[in-house]
């Protein structure tokens, strides 16, 4: 199977799988936009955390699966090379951008979607 582009969240996918994970994700966006307006002046804020590629032990599973264990490595340093920021994620990063949109740093920011990607949203 190909290694999909570093801004999926899961690695091999087979080419049936692309339209649906992409119906998804669009699905949740717009469900985000539609609630907000559902819940007006309650408080309660939403937005969408749209991660790029993370190393995780479950994308190294699925890349080990997909090409053998010797190369997930080379997989992953070739993930994070077509990265304007040269690197896949830390899971530590997720971490820290889902506790910003859950602070008070963030509490005049609703019904947006996050790309925690790295930049690869924007090429």
Do not use: C
């Not at 669009?26 to 190393?55: C, E, H, T, Y």
């Not at 264990?69 to 080379?74: G, I, N, S």
């Not at 990265?83 to 997720?94: H, L």
């Amino acid at each position: 199977m190909p290694v999909r582009p570093a801004n999926m969240s899961v690695a091999p996918m087979s080419d049936r799988m692309v339209p649906a994970y992409g119906g998804a994700k669009a699905a949740v966006r717009n469900f985000i936009r539609a609630w907000i307006q559902d819940i007006k002046g309650s408080g309660i804020r939403m937005n969408v955390l749209s991660p790029g590629a993370v190393d995780t032990e479950s994308l190294r599973h699925a890349l080990g699966m997909a090409q053998g264990a010797d190369q997930v490595d080379p997989a992953i340093k070739a993930m994070g090379e077509g990265n304007p920021t040269g690197r896949i994620a830390d899971p530590r990063e997720m971490g820290k951008a889902a506790v910003f949109l859950s602070s008070d740093a963030s509490s005049f920011i609703t019904g947006v979607e996050l790309f925690a990607d790295g930049g690869m949203a924007q090429v």
